[in-house]
């Protein structure tokens, strides 16, 4: 019974958004494949951003593939957000990941002191929230 009342208030609370949850998944996976892949820039990060906001304000409801992909959607969409703002922190080129700050100047960073930090992302009242952190030398 109380099961019944959970799904029940979920699929009240995703029922309302006015775009389909498979339509919303290809709009994000669109989104991260073309502006947090490989290769960034700074305007496609920001871009990247601008239009998983405007995703999330049309909201996500249930299609045919039902409640789950809603959820798993929201999901994405979060982990999202996640990868394009920690992308926006770390203005650098790093491993196979090649950040430009306009469109055709390479920044690539040495071992650099500024760069040796973990980005910690968490979700707050008004979104996405980075912390820094220094690396934990252990002897």
């Known amino acids: 019974a109380q099961i019944n009342v959970a799904i029940n208030s979920i699929r009240d609370k995703f029922g309302s958004g006015s775009l389909p949850a498979?339509?919303?998944?290809e709009q994000i996976q669109d989104i991260l494949s073309t502006y947090a892949s490989?290769?960034?820039?700074?305007?496609?990060?920001?871009?990247?951003?601008?239009?998983?906001?405007?995703v999330q304000s049309q909201g996500i409801r249930i299609d045919q593939n039902g409640l789950a992909y809603v959820l798993e959607s929201l999901n994405m969409m979060e982990v999202g957000m996640l990868i394009l703002e920690a992308a926006r922190q770390r203005?650098?080129?790093?491993?196979?990941?090649l950040f430009f700050r306009k469109e055709d100047d390479l920044i690539l960073v040495p071992k650099d002191e500024r760069w040796q930090k973990y980005i910690v992302l968490k979700?707050?009242?008004?979104?996405?929230?980075?912390?820094?952190?220094?690396?934990?030398?252990?002897?």
Not at 91 to 96: A, D, K, N, V
């Open 38 to 54: 490989v290769v960034r820039t700074s305007r496609g990060l920001e871009e990247g951003v601008q239009r998983l906001n405007e």
């Open 22 to 25: 498979t339509e919303a998944r």
């Open 123 to 139: 979700k707050g009242d008004d979104g996405v929230m980075c912390e820094i952190q220094k690396p934990v030398r252990q002897m």
């Open 91 to 97: 203005p650098e080129s790093r491993g196979t990941h």
